[in-house]
């Protein structure tokens, strides 16, 4: 019986380990990548009011969070083509960095784009310390 229950704890942890798998960017990375022109596509998928708010120069507004239902992610397939066509880092960006992120993480790479190419930002927009850097309106 106690054999049974360590492989069924070791085979969740094996399955959680592995759900949780992603590439993150820290805010300071990011921050640097920014500075110093590093060629990435941003990926926002903030609510449209909260992108209204605050968003990253240059990111692509998507409005596909949380990125669960099949009429959210169809929201990222424009996207999905700018990233095939390119060969840049995929940055994407979530009110919080956590499930809406993996989802389309996650989608993403389910339409052919490479894991090596999509981060996540650490922390999502709300974790951003560096506020002077975000734009308001469209």
């Not at 993150?24 to 920014?34: A, I, L, Q, S």
Request: some cysteine.
């Amino acid at each position: 019986m106690k054999k049974y229950f360590v492989l069924t704890m070791v085979f969740v942890f094996v399955l959680t380990t592995a759900a949780l798998a992603a590439n993150y960017v820290k805010p300071d990375e990011f921050k640097k990548w920014m500075e110093t022109g590093k060629k990435t596509i941003i990926v926002d998928i903030q609510p449209k009011n909260e992108f209204q708010a605050h968003h990253f120069k240059n990111s692509i507004e998507t409005n596909a969070f949380p990125a669960k239902t099949d009429e959210e992610k169809k929201r990222l397939d424009s996207v999905i083509e700018k990233i095939k066509k390119s060969k840049d880092d995929v940055v994407i960006i979530c009110p919080r960095g956590r499930s809406g992120a993996s989802n389309t993480y996650d989608y993403i790479k389910s339409k052919g784009v490479p894991e090596n190419r999509l981060y996540i930002l650490e922390g999502g927009i709300a974790g951003w310390p560096y506020k002077e850097m975000l734009i308001k309106g469209k």
